[in-house]
């Protein structure tokens, strides 16, 4: 990767990207790139964060879909388009084509979260549900493509797409031209393939990392040429694509230094950091350039980095199930498992160790009737709010003095 190939041999340049700019900049919001002095504290980087998901649709998606609607032909605006997507691009292409007067199908896997199907419906596109995975809805929209003679506004592999994501390169080396590396999550290849012609042109000197999980690393895979094994539940659905685009991985293969593969811990980390530190939401996939970092630190130590929230559309349920958990790898939340002996007195006991250290409960299950445990004994379950870390272990120590032998649960 990253044999610098000129950006001119590929099927975007610099220019591409600057029209796209000049067609989309009065109808977008030209998205704040800002510092994060916690985050750089934190993780000992320069970090600049490109805050995306205070698109209206809260997602880059809208800058290529715009940009590819604009140039479309009378008649094709007339007959409308059709797209595939697992929710960003899809509400995008909704949002934009009701905007302009040019009607619109959305072809979305069923598992879709809810939130985005209902967004989608409400920008005014018809949308369907078809098929498990992305490819199967892709496969039935190409199919109400031909049949209705609609233009496919393709999510990653069209060259209109890829030009506009790339303008948010030129929003941030306009801004930032001192920066070092740019660190960009990776699906089809869409967002780092507009973002790396234009950086790349602009600023030889910058790197270009991309980010995807572990569990779908098709870009990765397809410039080894390899077939990628993609499975499993990710919270970066937005970024689960099993298969590259074709156009974007030439220009991931000319112009990107590395990929790197995050698991799912790093990026639920990320989520919670950026609600916590910069309170704004970031979906799973938005948090995947902070993800990058927290998993390998000295690799961006001292640098001038830019990342890029790029959407936050997050399942309401999935979001405070990520914060609960982060909480209990912190140690705010903690379970304990305690066997005792089945009189009175015996929870009194424990509650008030809890109480005594300033410590909130949160749930208690006694257990009496479990068959690992004498007849005259019982096993309490225990949930309780900390502080931090230090103060559970000062909880946990205090249960200990007052007799007991509790067992801290795994998360």
Known sequence: ?????????????????????DRIADQLHATPCLPSRTLSKLTGAELYIKFENLQFTASFKERGALNCLLQLSAAERQRGVCTMSAGN???????????????AIIVMPRHTPFVKVEHTRSHGAEVLLQGDTLSEAFEHAQQIMAQRRLRFVHPYDDPAVMAGQGTIALEMLAALPQLDLLVVPIGGGGLISGIAVAARALSARIGIIGVQTESYPSMSAALKGEQAICHGNTIAEGIAVKSAGVLTREVVRALVEDIVLVGEN????????????????????GAASLAA?????????GRKVGLILSGG??????????????????????????????????????TQAVADQGGNILDVFHRRLSTNVPAKSATLELSFEARDAQHAQGIVAAIRAAGFDPTILPA
């Open 293 to 301: 970092v927290l998993a390998q630190p000295e690799r961006y130590r």
């Open 1 to 21: 990767m990253g044999d610098n190939r000129p950006a001119m041999s590929l099927c975007i340049s610099l220019e591409d990207v600057r029209a796209a700019h």
């Open 89 to 103: 691009h899809g509400q995008a292409v909704a949002y934009h084509a009701h905007r302009l007067g040019i009607p």
């Open 266 to 285: 790093d990026l639920e980390h990320g989520v919670a950091l950026l609600l916590n530190v910069e309170k704004s939401v970031a979906e799973g996939a």
């Open 313 to 350: 559309n997050i399942d309401p349920r999935l979001l405070a199930s990520v914060i609960m958990r982060e909480l209990v790898r912190e140690q705010r939340i903690v379970t304990l498992r305690i066997p005792i002996f089945d009189q009175p007195g015996a929870l009194a006991r424990v």
